[in-house]
């Protein structure tokens, strides 16, 4: 048999609409047109940048300076961390722009929100902008607060003060964070330092000022190359993807002849259709004929047919 007659595939070109429709799924125009890199990059920096919908306990700092101006805004906001609204109408409108580099939450995975109440006069899904911001990390069970400062504060985006607050509040329920046992004497940059270092590319991690250092995936800058624009977990996701999908192809092209032997004792038919689906977060390829699905190493995925065409999110 030549296989190219008896079978189609393109896992890459799947890919690719994979990622371009979960895009537009997430409000995101069509950009099918970027290559399939940048479009994983996009998707996966678009996910990070949006909290999941969840009940969440909001966690105070034993000093927490409230303005005025937006003490209603900011219990309102409460209430809505710990029922589980929506909080995407408090972020940045520039979460609309999936190719967005969010430099203080790549460097930091601190986010940073408008306390107002009311609806943006003119963008319906935000509320309106405030003078201040509430920054703060967040978890899937938990919102720490951290400090209310002015949106213009001279180093509001790279301040490496939320580091402290975070180290003197709840040092020992961050203990995963945090190389253990590791310290560093030397005297940290100074935030205008860090900047220089994060806009130029370099990593770099944070540490307390007690010195104590918190690990990559938490206090890392963005990289240079792509990931300074995407963040290094994008960037990360995107290739570990795309590499992974290439190497199913590669898998099914040179085994061939096994795969066909199989699909046809199991109710396939010529010519073999390969398309890839993602199920439970992880690219698998579905033979369309048969109904089987297969996952590196060609282990059969156990799933009933309203699982197999689970396309990304689980």
Avoid at 48 to 55: C, G, H, M, Y
Avoid at 147 to 153: C, F, R, V
Avoid at 242 to 261: G, H, M, P, Q, Y
Wanted: aromatic fraction near 10%.
């Amino acid at each position: 048999m030549n296989a190219p007659e008896q079978f189609h595939m393109d896992l890459i070109g799947d890919l690719k609409i994979l990622y371009n429709s979960s895009l537009m799924e997430l409000g995101y125009p069509d950009q099918i047109n970027d290559d399939v890199e940048t479009l994983g990059m996009k998707f996966a920096n678009a996910l990070r940048r949006r909290l999941q919908v969840k009940p969440r306990r909001f966690r105070e700092p034993k000093i927490m300076s409230i303005p005025t101006e937006v003490s209603a805004g900011y219990y309102a906001f409460v209430k809505k961390v710990e029922r589980g609204d929506d909080l995407s109408p408090h972020l940045s409108t520039r979460i609309e722009d999936a190719g967005y580099n969010d430099p203080l939450l790549n460097s930091f995975n601190i986010f940073h929100f408008h306390l107002g109440e009311e609806l943006h006069p003119q963008k319906a899904n935000f509320v309106k902008r405030t003078r201040v911001l509430l920054f703060a990390m967040v978890t899937d069970s938990d919102f720490y607060a951290l400090e209310i400062l002015p949106h213009d504060h001279p180093d509001a985006f790279f301040r490496q003060e939320f580091i402290d607050v975070l180290h003197e509040n709840w040092s020992s329920e961050l203990k995963h964070l945090q190389y253990v046992g590791a310290t560093c004497a030397e005297p940290r940059p100074s935030n205008k330092d860090f900047k220089l270092l994060r806009d130029n590319g370099i990593n770099t991690f944070l540490r307390s000022m007690d010195g104590t250092i918190y690990k990559g995936g938490f206090g890392v800058t963005s990289a240079g190359g792509k990931s300074k624009h995407f963040g290094v977990r994008a960037v990360g996701d995107a290739v570990k993807i795309v590499k992974s999908v290439n190497s199913l192809e590669s898998l099914i092209r040179a085994k061939f002849s096994t795969l066909d032997d199989f699909l046809h004792r199991n109710g396939g038919c010529t010519p073999y259709k390969f398309s890839l689906v993602i199920l439970n977060n992880e690219p698998v390829v579905l033979e369309t004929s048969s109904g089987f699905m297969f996952r590196r190493g060609f282990q059969k995925v156990d799933a009933s047919v309203e699982e197999k065409l689970v396309m990304w999110r689980s």
